[in-house]
Antibody, heavy 119, light 110 residues
Framework: QVQLVQSGAEVKKAGASVTVSCKAS????????IHWVRRAPGQGPEWMGI????????QYVQKFQGRVTMTMDTSTSTVYMELRSLRSEDTAVYYC????????????WGQGSLVTVSS | QSALTQPASVSGSPGQSITISCTGT?????????VSWYQQHPGKAPKLIIY???NRPSGVSNRFSGSKSGNTASLTISGLQTEDEADYYC??????????FGPGTKVTVL
């Protein structure tokens, strides 16, 4: 069955970087896009960007440009999301989610990774 | 602040029907049919329940239905059951190649 398993919770200081991983299984990794979505406490979800594993192409929300990098390792079917220069507003649960190409919806989600940024 | 607007909470008794609205603009909800809905129970991953406005994935109860009129999409849960108590999020693909979400609606079964 399709699974997206994310890395565990992280506590970081302001200014540091964090990398969250998302390991896919149960399907052909390169046939689906992976998105990253975060939800800060008391707020709605926020889309961060996308990586297309068949090409490695990425696209990020302008708000995160310069601070976020999404990468992948096809040998382990794992996608990574690195967020740099962390600030307290980055405290959130980060999710990876799968999209069948050009389907415009997320059919499977990871369990979420809590990132807490302390000052 | 979310780009889409949803009511913070909706409640109903078992067996009743409830509807959750999701209002956007002509650049997102009103632009095309790329509206989807997700159910999330506490501590669990979100689950896709409606895609492309009104389509249900395999395995999702037909008690869940979706529709859209202009810039507002709606999710209706009929025959409300206790397991429907959860948070519900709408999302839409937007014309500037981005995805926008609603803040979520907490459904309570009385």
């Amino acid at each position: 069955q399709v699974q997206l398993v994310q890395s565990g919770a992280e506590v970081k200081k302001a200014g540091a970087s964090v990398t969250v991983s998302c390991k896919a299984s149960g399907y052909t990794f390169t046939n689906f896009y992976i998105h990253w979505v975060r939800r800060a406490p008391g707020q709605g979800p926020e889309w961060m960007g996308i990586i297309r594993p068949h090409s490695g192409r990425t696209q990020y929300v302008q708000k995160f440009q310069g601070r976020v990098t999404m990468t992948m390792d096809t040998s382990t079917s794992t996608v990574y999301m690195e967020l740099r220069s962390l600030r307290s507003e980055d405290t959130a649960v980060y999710y990876c989610a799968r999209e069948a190409p050009e389907s415009y919806h997320f059919d499977y989600w990871g369990q979420g990774s809590l990132v807490t940024v302390s000052s | 602040q979310s780009a889409l607007t949803q009511p913070a909470s909706v409640s109903g008794s078992p067996g009743q029907s409830i509807t959750i609205s999701c209002t956007g603009t002509s650049s997102d909800v009103g632009a095309d049919s790329h509206v989807s809905w997700y159910q999330q129970h506490p501590g669990k991953a979100p689950k896709l329940i409606i895609y492309e406005v009104s389509n249900r994935p395999s395995g999702v109860s037909n008690r869940f239905s979706g529709s859209k009129s202009g810039n507002t999409a709606s999710l209706t849960i009929s025959g409300l059951q206790t397991e429907d108590e959860a948070d519900y999020y709408c999302t839409s693909y937007a014309t500037s190649f981005t995805y926008v979400f609603g803040p979520g609606t907490k459904v309570t079964v009385l």
